[in-house]
């Protein structure tokens, strides 16, 4: 495969990462108003990992838990996921998710605790089985939470469904994973319907699937498993269609693959690096003023809230502002922005987060 046609592809890619998204995120998006699994109440509780390695100093690791609670067959449903993706080594970085959605007959509702606001949304019409299984090959079964539940796999997929119920999903390329796994199963209890009920935020109805995928207020995904599905759907089709394998891809091409799976990690630290040079410096100023412990903590909390966001860095409080600790933290500041300075060059011109590993490390 020749290196323009690669790029074609790529370029290609761009334009219909959003719809690949835009389908794969929705566990419950067919057939709503039908029975869906073969129980009529239940919750499942998750645990949720994953992980891998886009350098050889830069790795990713995901970990958090999940809870599915349905009722009515699953024509009702809460899904709500809380887990953290954590970037280590050259690139430190933390992207909390959290994952709220109810799903009834005839609407869903996606809970952004950002904005605090919730997203109301038509369902489409349709069979959920075959959506939800749609170019899957049934494997055997597997024993999950001590329920015998049977395996699909499919391009980059594998799931252990229960009477349709999903005990297992997961998601993996190129070395990548992402994976929820039931460790808790309680079936035919009593629900309650005060235990699936959203949190009290505006709510704003969006035509989803009458909306443009070019749409302004459509994002990419941040999940790193809707990346790793994205991508992954995208690279088995165009292997399709050239009668290819993965086999077939040189380490350029897996390279350009793999700087895909991380570019939202890259944005955020193109976004942040700058950021944080100009704190720091602007901290440096106000801490050559500083007469006491006090007024140095103030000169450093935006610097240390900064770090702390983005890659779970905290530097601790000044405790004491005395002639020689000034000295040190303030040498520490200059050192620290005399290095970062001098990578910017190379950080504003970097395009991926390979060339910004090389940056950084």
């Known amino acids: 495969m020749g290196k323009r046609k690669w790029m074609l592809y790529l370029k290609r890619c761009k334009h219909v990462f959003l719809f690949f998204y835009l389908s794969s995120t929705m566990l419950f998006s067919a057939g709503l108003g039908e029975k869906k699994f073969d129980v009529e109440t239940g919750m499942v509780r998750f645990e949720i990992s994953g992980g891998g390695h886009f350098t050889d100093d830069i790795n990713i690791s995901i ?19 809380n887990y953290e993706e954590r970037t280590v080594g050259a690139v430190k970085n933390i992207n909390k998710i959290h994952i709220y959605e109810k799903f009834e007959k005839k609407q869903r509702f996606d809970v952004d605790f950002e904005t605090e606001k919730i997203l109301e949304r038509p369902m489409p019409k349709g069979n959920f ?3 939800y299984l749609k170019d899957m090959e049934k494997k055997g079964q597997e024993t999950i939470a001590g329920y015998t539940c049977d395996i699909w796999e499919g391009k980059g997929v594998r799931k252990c469904l229960y009477k349709g119920i999903p005990l297992l999903v997961e998601n993996y390329l190129l070395g ?16 309650s319907p005060d235990k699936c009920t959203l949190p009290d935020f505006p709510v704003e109805k969006f035509a989803f699937f009458k909306t443009s995928i070019k749409t302004k207020s459509i994002k990419p995904p941040k999940e790193f498993s809707q990346v790793i599905l994205s991508v992954s759907k995208e690279m088995y089709k165009h292997l399709e269609e050239n009668q290819l394998t993965e086999d077939d891809l040189n380490e350029h091409q897996k ?35 500083a007469e006491t412990t006090d007024e140095a903590n103030v000169c450093i909390a935006e610097v240390i809230a900064l770090k702390k966001r983005i890659s779970g860095d905290a530097d601790n409080e000044i405790d004491s502002w005395d002639e ?10 200059d050192d620290n922005i005399v290095l970062l ?3 910017m060059k190379c950080i504003r011109a970097s395009k991926t987060i390979s060339d910004l590993s090389v940056c950084v490390k």
């Open 63 to 81: 970990k958090g838990e999940g809870l599915l609670r349905f009722r009515d067959w699953g024509v009702e449903a809460l899904v709500e996921e």
């Open 129 to 131: 089985k075959e959506y």
């Open 176 to 191: 990548f994973y992402y994976q929820k796994k039931a460790v808790d199963v309680k079936l035919n209890i009593t629900a």
């Open 255 to 289: 390279r350009i693959l793999i700087d895909k799976l991380g570019q939202n990690i890259f944005e955020a630290q193109k976004k942040f690096l700058p950021k944080l040079l100009e704190s720091m410096k602007t901290a440096r100023a106000c801490l050559q003023q």
């Open 324 to 333: 020689e600790n000034s000295t040190k933290v303030l040498d520490s500041f």
């Open 341 to 343: 300075e001098s990578k």
